[in-house]
DNA sequence: CTGATAAGTGTATTCAATACACAGTTCTAG
DNA sequence: CTAGAACTGTGTATTGAATACACTTATCAG
């Protein structure tokens, strides 16, 4: 009944950690010279310079020019340290509600924004578990991109599923990406060439039989890049393929919205 | 020119890899005890066993009896193993082609059947890396997720990318999901208890100025499980919310190739 | 002033991946 | 039929990371 209360779990507990919830505040003892701020800036500057793999406590710490063990002092574990970081790569604003209420073009430019951060900090993606959002800037960005989605109409529970559903695509599809470009400059070959590799790949092993749809894609050179798609496109943003997709979900909400609003809706 | 030709891509090394292209046939030397397969199969055995974590090649070797190092005389790299248990992992089959060519049934049968799959062997979707799919396995379900969607009228184009739309969902959503259900099991609450924490943390750093949108999202409970909501559906598959995410998707393919039908497309 | 407490250090432990040299086995060439 | 080449599994050592623990020293509360 004194600590014992109840273990509190992963999630629970990251909410606390990522509002500073938690460490009590200090009464004696020398003042510290590190702060977890710096830390998580620290890492997130290694982050971004050397990948999340090159992040370690012993980096870090050499980073700030302190012991591998003094970091423990401002943050419980790696782990804590990597919650932190990911709410904290996450700092840019997002879009703000639009004027013309055009629910379509805020999603998709809060999309486009995710894209941007996720392109800008290919490593936050590659971390694996990365729950719901917790932090400050996590829940400002899942605010921004319900709010467009409440706004289509759907009901703040949908809303939350096709936010998720949302997500799960940018992150996947710039994971991907990244992957491609890092074994890009890896091998030392154009991106084309690795896809070309790629192509190649499945080819020797892709039967017209057992895979007939397969096939078909690698004949029609899907994965080739097509330089027409991409000249099609207006030059600002940067518009992939992936935007149909983005298209094609905005198609299923209004869709059902307009459905519901019409057969028996709120 | 000798063996310096080009350095292979991940995910072209991985196609070769996946499917047995590497390792020439042997001439002399013992008779090899252990295999590539045997040692696949008791990873495998491990990660179901004790999850992904639990997979280290020491802990694999001692599986079968044998030394760490022996492993490396069958794999390159954990690595590499990895990779091989991710394909290995997908070994089931695949819903065929439907009788009635109902594309809409077919995908969510695919979905529902992927996520089975899912859901049996959690492991797999906190593998971080798992690139395009390249083995056997993979591409089995690839193609029959693809095949839908060219029945649908897509181009295969259009398929490909809304099969990684789909399939991002549905990992990202399991991975979601495994992780409550780590997190109820570990701290010894249900998982409704594991949800009210949650709710109950953000409700401590979410104001209804800075965050209405999630504000709204809390006040409606719609993290809790909604008991109704499951109810209604037939009891046959396990149906979700994340269901409502997949037919937006599918109602999103539906329009647009209707639309297209209508106006100008092949 | 003085002792409890906290910050940063130094050292040691543990665990994982994997390089390397070796011993024993089996196939092939002469 | 036999010598050695080539290959399997073993033993040992190295490296890198996370983190526990004991220690020194700086502060501040009483």
């Given at each position: 009944m ?9 999630m629970?507990?990251?909410?606390e ?18 702060s ?5 800036r ?45 709410d904290?790569a ?5 879009p703000g ?7 379509r ?6 999309c ?17 578990f990365?729950?719901?959002?917790g ?6 960005w ?21 936010l ?22 890896t ?31 690698l ?45 028996g809706?709120?």
């Amino acid at each position: 009944m004194t600590t014992e209360d109840a273990p509190k779990s992963r999630m629970a507990r990251d909410v606390e950690l990522l509002w500073g919830l938690d460490s009590p505040p200090r009464r004696r003892g020398p003042k510290p010279r590190l702060s977890r701020e710096v830390v998580i800036r620290a890492a997130l500057d290694v982050a971004d310079a050397e990948g999340i793999e090159a992040v370690s406590m012993q980096r870090v710490s050499k980073e700030l020019g302190y012991t591998t063990m003094s970091l423990y002092r401002h943050v419980d574990s790696k782990e804590d340290l990597l919650v932190l970081m990911l709410d904290a790569a996450m700092e840019g604003a997002p879009p703000g509600p639009r004027a013309d209420g055009d629910w379509r073009a805020g999603l998709e430019e809060w999309c486009h924004s995710v894209l941007e951060l996720y392109r800008h900090r290919s490593w936050v993606v590659r971390v694996a578990f990365s729950g719901p959002p917790g932090g400050p800037n996590g829940l400002r960005w899942m605010e921004a991109g319900l709010r467009e989605l409440v706004g289509s109409g759907l009901d703040v529970g949908e809303a939350v599923q096709m936010l998720m559903l949302l997500s799960a695509a940018l992150r996947e599809n710039v994971r991907l990406e990244t992957e491609m470009a890092d074994a890009a400059r890896t091998t030392g070959n154009t991106l084309t060439e690795v896809e070309r590799d790629y192509s190649r790949g499945l080819r020797r092993v892709v039967t017209e039989e057992e895979f007939p749809t397969i096939a078909l894609m690698l004949h029609e050179q899907v994965l080739e890049p097509q330089p027409t798609a991409q000249a099609t496109e207006r030059a600002g943003e940067p518009t992939h393929e992936l935007d149909f997709g983005i298209r094609r979900v905005l198609d299923g909400i209004e869709s059902y919205v307009r459905a519901r609003g019409t057969t028996g809706g709120a």
